[in-house]
């Protein structure tokens, strides 16, 4: 049986380091109160001309060196994103050319916070089915750029970054002992767009607009379906949650991670948490967070990883890889 093996993990976040200090100096709030509530004390910021395309190669960049594996051996992009540099062509195709990749395939996916969890599931589909035989997915977001600066509600809580991993094709007996991509699960509501969206686009009023959110309910719904999800790809791979030796979360607000890790039964120290020092930065949260349990030695060869993620749409999903 193929299995997609996860060969490296990229990251990059942007110079500039937003604190809640300086946030409380410009809008109505304090470090107190957005780190009871949310658990974030600082956010990164992309400079100005530095794009979502240029976040996404750095990352990319990094993960390839770190995997071994040169660019011009890549089948496919999947680039989860959000805030694309244009409406269109993807900046996925960006991405490639910034990297020299002249063969194969490179698009976006956009699942807003869950778009990471869809863009592993759509490229380990497409490993599986012989499309592609190594695969680069990555997760970049300028979310900087779409948020109400005066809405104290929703601009203390994003950041921009991005993060890479290279996925090789593999080969496993089909059972949880293999490693790769055991299995994953997405999910979709349409009927929720009012819990969180961006209030503009082409087809529309021909502009962006600004990330709008009702935060208590987008919080109950995660609560829920992140749980749910979880034990649904569990139950795909025949393991139980004690098997799993990382929950790595999209990193969206402490309370929601560790309201997570409770009703799976895990101790905290099982939960790499990030949004701390990077606030929720959609599709690249888990990313981010990969790379940095994956540089510190937390996640290791053989280690049961399951990520998962709740976005606008809404969307959630999860993915169980063995390391």
């Not at 109160?33 to 992309?46: D, E, F, L, N, P």
């Not at 050319?97 to 380990?124: H, P």
């Not at 012989?130 to 979310?143: K, N, R, S």
Request: hydrophobic residues 45%; glycine residues 10%; contains cysteine.
């Amino acid at each position: 049986m193929i299995r997609s093996i996860v060969e490296g993990c990229g990251a990059y976040l942007p110079e500039r380091v937003l604190t809640n200090e300086e946030l409380a100096r410009k809008i109505d709030t304090s470090d107190e109160w957005i780190v009871q509530r949310t658990g974030i004390k600082t956010r990164h910021i992309a400079a100005d001309g530095e794009f979502t395309s240029h976040l996404a190669t750095k990352a990319a960049s990094q993960a390839l060196e770190r995997s071994g594996i040169a660019a011009a051996d890549v089948d496919m992009i999947v680039l989860a994103t959000s805030t694309p540099d244009e409406t269109f062509p993807a900046t996925a195709t960006a991405v490639q050319a910034n990297l020299g990749m002249t063969r194969g395939a490179a698009f976006d996916v956009q699942a807003v916070c869950s778009g990471f969890v869809y863009g592993l599931s759509v490229a380990d589909s497409m490993i599986k089915n012989g499309m592609a035989g190594t695969a680069l997915v990555i997760g970049a977001e300028t979310f900087s750029r779409i948020l109400d600066w005066n809405d104290r509600g929703t601009c203390v809580l994003f950041g921009d970054g991005a993060g890479a991993v290279v996925l090789k094709a593999g080969q496993g007996q089909g059972t949880a002992a293999d490693r790769g991509i055991l299995a994953s699960t997405l999910h979709s509501d349409g009927r929720q767009h009012d819990l969180l969206y961006v209030d503009g686009g082409p087809s529309t009023t021909r502009t962006a607009g600004f990330l709008r959110m009702q935060g208590r309910e987008v919080f109950k719904h995660a609560v829920t379906n992140l749980a749910a999800v979880v034990g649904e790809t569990l139950g795909k791979a025949c393991l139980q949650a004690d098997a799993i030796d990382w929950l790595v979360p999209h990193q969206a607000n402490k309370r929601i991670i560790d309201s997570t890790g409770r009703k799976l039964g895990l101790p905290a120290d099982k939960v790499v948490l990030t949004v701390d020092r990077h606030a929720n930065t959609s599709a690249a949260s888990i990313p981010l967070a990969l790379e940095t349990a994956t540089s510190d030695g937390r996640i290791r060869r053989g280690h049961i990883v399951l990520l998962e993620a709740m976005g606008g749409g809404m969307t959630w999903g999860a993915n169980l890889i063995r390391w």
